[in-house]
């Protein structure tokens, strides 16, 4: 019983995590969310912030990414701030802030102002 009120717990503090990180970086209310085990394709407009925690091929234009420790994006993104826990392949770039969790994965072409690489991370592209 102990373990499932562990488990309960530490669910509620990354869901809190994630509102206190999506809080702190816009102030838009236009938000997307790709749950898991959700499989999406396609482009995403008018959108400011994108949170992956399934699959997700296509592009994104807007303000935050963020790739949950069990998301997948497949595309080029552009946007402010990104946070990657999970694994990314493709083309992104970062304006202000990147961070690349201790489990995140980051493929391809990587462009960024500022990195911010937890041990852990793993990173194989080119960077600029």
Known sequence: FSAMLNGENELKGRVENLHKYLKSNTQD???????????????IEGCSKLIVNGQFEGDFMGKVLYVGENGRYSGDVSVDDAKILGHFE?????????????????????FHNEICLKIGAKVTSNME
């Open 90 to 110: 493709g083309t992104i770039h970062v304006n202000n802030l990147l961070e690349v969790g201790s489990g995140g994965i980051i493929e391809g072409h990587l």
């Open 29 to 43: 209310n236009d938000l997307m969310i790709i749950g898991y085990g959700i499989v999406a394709r396609g482009d």
